[in-house]
């Protein structure tokens, strides 16, 4: 499909210290023709961009041990890192979100991450 | 029994597990990630899930022993994380129960955490079991088109 291809180019970054979370985004991303890399938390998220990997969309967990999403959502931004950052979490009070989307992100989504969430985010990149 | 009968075995015995409530929307959305390169997608995801909440499932029994006081936030740090787990797969029935043991960690009640907690391990060894069952059979038949709405 043609929206397939023009995906084919974007890359993005998993950030989730859960693994079997980062399996099932990573297929989903695969599944759209992205390119993914996988992290276990906030502080790997921060340390790969300063290697100088840069990623299209970064998929980004809250709860992490090390660093968690608020952390290095606002690392990543302080860095001057523009790339899309999405929040993908089980916390679902208001206040929870509204704290995560003020550190950084582009939007939030609850989880469980689903095809159909994923599609209209690279709908906006 | 034929091939065309077994496949029919396979959709009804995973149509069940939806009739039973006992799994949800995401286990499709695992189900439609499955392609020719990864064909047992699903069950590996489900076995990575299995070996991670086993895990978890000990803690938490560790935890509740510890009863003065008993550790609600840790409690409620562990169900948090299985509830996610469980989640990732489509575990309707057990996110349920992890809601309510949840709740009687909020709560501080010490009794109704235990119960509810004896509550999720059964859903969570009866859906173990169906599931253990349905990926077998799954196997037996070959690669098939496995996607479908339930009802």
Known sequence: MAHEKMRTKLT??????????????????????????????????????????????????????VMNGIEATKELRLM?????????????????????????????????????????????? | MDKNQSRRQVASMKQSLF??????????????????????????????HYRDSSRLISSIEQALKERNPMDFNKLDTLMHQFKGSSSS????????????????????????????FQQLKKEYVALRKKLEAYFQLARQVGPQETACRSK
């Open chain 1, 80 to 125: 001057g890192i523009g790339s899309i950052i999405v929040g993908v979490s089980s916390r679902c009070t208001e206040a929870e979100i509204r704290k995560f989307m003020d550190a950084g992100l582009n939007d939030y989504h609850e989880k469980p991450f689903n095809t159909a969430k994923l599609s209209s985010i690279l709908d906006n990149i």
């Open chain 2, 89 to 116: 797969i489509g575990a309707k029935k057990v996110k349920a129960e992890c809601n309510l043991f949840r709740e009687y960690c909020r709560a501080g009640n010490a009794e109704g955490c235990v119960r509810s």
């Open chain 2, 19 to 48: 009739d039973q409530g006992l799994l949800d929307e995401q286990f499709i959305q695992l189900e439609g990630l499955q392609d020719d390169a990864n064909p047992n997608f699903v069950e590996e995801i489900v076995t990575l």
């Open chain 1, 12 to 65: 993005a970054l998993v950030v989730d210290d859960n693994k079997l979370n980062r399996k099932i985004h990573e297929k989903m991303l695969e599944s759209f023709g992205v390119k993914s890399e996988g992290v276990e938390n906030g502080r790997e998220a921060v340390d790969i961009h300063c290697r100088g990997h840069r990623f299209d969309l970064i998929l980004m967990d809250m709860d992490m041990p």
